[in-house]
């Protein structure tokens, strides 16, 4: 219903994307960069990635008018993240034991305390606010106010039948819902993972100033280069596909997806009637509960010789001969196996982001306590923040 739009075809062509980047970046993420340069303040840098991914994420979903703006309102940001991340400590419940708690419930215990329903609430009407933005602007062309990806989901849903039996009124009732639902899904997945993967990737950057330097020089190929001041207005971004050609560039942020997945979780699934044989194993019952998880695939030493170290490097054929890379690829899972709808998106978001900052910039570490990652299905460091220094190249 969605691949199209999600294609890396449509994202590299798509006039709207192009202007989504151009504003998020030019006008808002680096005159912040550029500041804290000039006035000598260190960046907390996953507090305002974050602001980076949702004004990408929710600009493509709902148009860049009715988009979030977090970058430029700090407050708003802090206030919006703290109230999303509150929740997740009680995931696992309705994940893992949905029945024991909806059963605890009626018996008057609650494992999960009343203000995570309370900051749903809040997030839902947040969600929904976007969508009726979005919904009002279904009419116009404009590039900086066409929901993209609102529009093309409510043409899908147009041409299905009526979901419910109910009236005219009631079946919008249930399809404002259920678009909702969906590009929520779509913006929190896509802004919390690209996040987490930026800053792992500007933790182990700022370790290796030699690497910064030497990525710099593949960047300035580029045309036109992603300067900032411009120098001139009309100067714009450099396409999509050239980015996505600099090798260093993707060996740079595949390996941090592998040694960082944002999800390095399981993703369980149930075996199939009758039975089925899966990684050797043969005649596994029905409803088995099955699982994968990319933090154990992307450390396999056969695979991965020094699985724990960062080695982007891995990843070119010119400098590491032994590598067998096809079968580095086939073990990455970073995103999962099947349909991933946002993966072209978020790997164009992620590419781009890192070359804006270290064409620009050199970054080193200030603070990186508590970086290492919690268990969980999502991460995010411990410490919940990483502070770094950028400085003009």
């Known amino acids: 219903m969605l691949s199209?739009?999600?294609?890396?075809?449509?994202?590299?062509?798509?006039?709207?994307?192009?202007?989504?980047?151009?504003t998020i970046l030019f006008d808002r993420f680096l005159p912040i960069l550029n500041e804290a340069v000039s006035s000598k303040t260190p960046i907390e840098f996953l507090d305002?990635?974050?602001?980076?991914?949702?004004?990408?994420?929710?600009?493509?979903?709902?148009?860049?008018t009715n988009g979030t703006n977090l970058l430029q309102d700090p407050p708003y940001r802090q206030r919006l993240l703290q109230l999303y991340h509150s929740r997740k400590q009680y995931e696992f419940y309705h994940q893992e034991i949905p029945n024991l708690v909806s059963w605890l419930k009626v018996l008057g215990i609650n494992l999960i305390p009343k203000w995570c329903g309370e900051a749903n609430d809040a997030l839902d009407a947040w969600g929904?606010?976007?969508?009726?933005?979005?919904?009002?602007?279904?009419?116009?062309?404009?590039?900086?106010?066409?929901?993209?990806?609102?529009?093309?989901?409510?043409?899908?849903?147009?041409?299905?039948p009526p979901a419910t039996k109910g009236g005219s009124k009631e079946n919008l009732k249930h399809e404002r819902i259920e678009i909702a639902c969906e590009l929520y899904d779509q913006l929190t997945a896509?802004?919390?993972?690209?996040?987490?993967?930026?800053?792992?990737?500007?933790?182990?950057?700022?370790?290796?100033?030699?690497?910064?330097?030497?990525?710099?020089?593949?960047?300035?190929?580029?045309?036109?280069?992603?300067?900032?001041?411009?120098?001139?207005?009309?100067?714009?971004?450099?396409?999509?596909?050239?980015?996505?050609?600099?090798?260093?560039?993707?060996?740079?942020?595949?390996?941090?997806?592998?040694?960082?997945?944002?999800?390095?979780?399981i993703q369980p699934r149930v075996t199939p009637s009758p039975s089925c044989s899966l990684a050797g194993y043969n005649d596994i019952p029905a409803n088995i509960r099955v699982n994968a998880q990319a933090y154990s695939l992307?450390?396999?030493?056969?695979?991965?010789?020094?699985p724990e170290t960062w080695q982007p490097k891995r990843w070119l054929k010119d400098s590491n001969l032994s590598s067998d890379i096809e079968e580095m690829r086939r073990w990455f899972w970073a995103f999962g196996s099947g349909g991933r709808i946002p993966q072209a998106d978020a790997l164009s978001e992620i590419k781009l982001v890192v070359a804006t900052i270290y064409t620009n910039f050199k970054t080193s570490i200030i603070d990186d306590t508590g970086i290492e990652a919690i268990d969980a299905y999502t991460v995010k460091p411990e410490g919940e923040k990483l502070v770094l220094k950028f400085d003009s190249v």
């Open 4 to 22: 199209n739009i999600y294609s890396k075809s449509f994202l590299q062509s798509s006039p709207h994307m192009r202007l989504i980047s151009k």
């Open 48 to 64: 305002l990635v974050q602001g980076v991914t949702m004004d990408f994420v929710s600009a493509y979903l709902f148009g860049l």
């Open 128 to 160: 929904l606010d976007m969508c009726d933005k979005a919904e009002q602007s279904l009419g116009s062309a404009e590039l900086q106010v066409e929901p993209v990806v609102y529009k093309h989901l409510k043409q899908a849903l147009s041409r299905q």
């Open 190 to 265: 896509g802004f919390e993972t690209s996040a987490i993967a930026l800053t792992y990737l500007l933790w182990e950057m700022s370790q290796h100033p030699d690497l910064q330097k030497e990525l710099r020089e593949e960047l300035l190929t580029l045309e036109p280069k992603i300067l900032y001041p411009r120098p001139s207005i009309s100067v714009g971004l450099p396409s999509s596909k050239s980015i996505d050609s600099l090798p260093l560039l993707e060996a740079i942020v595949t390996e941090t997806l592998r040694l960082h997945a944002p999800i390095p979780g």
């Open 298 to 306: 992307h450390r396999n030493p056969d695979v991965f010789p020094a």
